[in-house]
């Protein structure tokens, strides 16, 4: 018993088995629905297309130390501080979705290691670490601050992270950044590499940016011990400049690469929307995430929340609910937990993204700092 109380899986399973055991033992009519519904917890959240949803995104944060040209405009304008959830907040909202199932959460933005405070929150979500009521609790950032904070990410638990970087070439990396210096987030993704953490490196393809390049990215982060995995770039947001002329298909980008390297398509997954390959030559994992050129909906197990408790049940769609409310309204969650119940009744079959010579408006308004990678 000693082993099973220090072990919260175990001890959970326990409590959940006594409880059923003792549920089944009772007299019919001696326990309200309430009563068993309170013993299981909150419902878990299964959409109108049967997918049970697991996975969160929180955008801590809409600001940016970089403005990368497919994701802002030069000129962005950010929201109020006031307008944002408090780091307690954020706190409470993800600890309800993980009460309503959620097992993954990726934390995001805007770049999340600008958020003041940033550390307390990744440190108080890692008691669900603890307790095994969460599985993962991850991150994306833009590598700017990994130096900083890599060795505090580890010892909260955190195992893998994501980091962007589209090129090696200093020049064309401030180009696309606009703003940022590759030299801090390639030393950002050692120190992260040296305190233990995973990295998979994301690099979105841009035609006639990085398409010369990629072979020499995957090298790179292969060499490394690190997977890469290829995004297609996506209509969201006004970016002052032409999405076609950035839109670059990976169905292009796989071709090229399978003139050099031996592709083999594997079975591994990470709870995201990437496909991959081992590539034979380098032994490294290579992922495809193709919003725009092949639909990976029918699986979606994800929903996004934003910095101001806005949750997006689909990154292709306006549609959402507005968190912010409830969580104010009272000091308990049932008002939260019927609202995201209400939310996921809408979450819609898919999304439908184009980009071509008659689409020139970017299929939504919003930018995708606002709802997170
Ligand atoms: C919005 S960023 C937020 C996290 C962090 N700042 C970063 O760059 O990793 C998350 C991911 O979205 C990608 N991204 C941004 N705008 C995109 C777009 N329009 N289409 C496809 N990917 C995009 C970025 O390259 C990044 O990998
Ligand atoms: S992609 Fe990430 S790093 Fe680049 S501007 Fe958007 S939020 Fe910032």
Redesign the pocket.
Known sequence: MAFVRQNPHIFYYQKQKFLSVELRMEPAGDISVRDRQAARGPAPLIDPFQRTITYLRVSVTDR?D?R?V??MSEHMAFLPKAELLSLEELDRLCSAFIDKGVRKLRL?????LVRRGIMTLVGSLSRHLASGALKELTL???GSQLARYASELRAHGVERI???L?TLDPDKFRAITRWGELEKVTAGIEAALAAGLKVKI?A?ALRGVNEDELARLLEWAHGRGMDLTV???????DIGEERLDQYLPLSVVRARLAERYTLDDIDYRTGGPARYVRVKETGGRLGFITPMTHNFCESCNRVRVTCTGTLYMCLGHEDAADLRKPLRASESNDALYAAIDEAITRKPKGHDFVIDRRHKRPALARH??VT??
């Open positions: 940016c970089f990368c497919y994701c995001t933005g805007g770049e999340p994306t950032t833009n994501n980091v962007s589209d994301n979105v995004i297609e770039v996506m209509p969201l947001g995708m700092s997170g990678g």
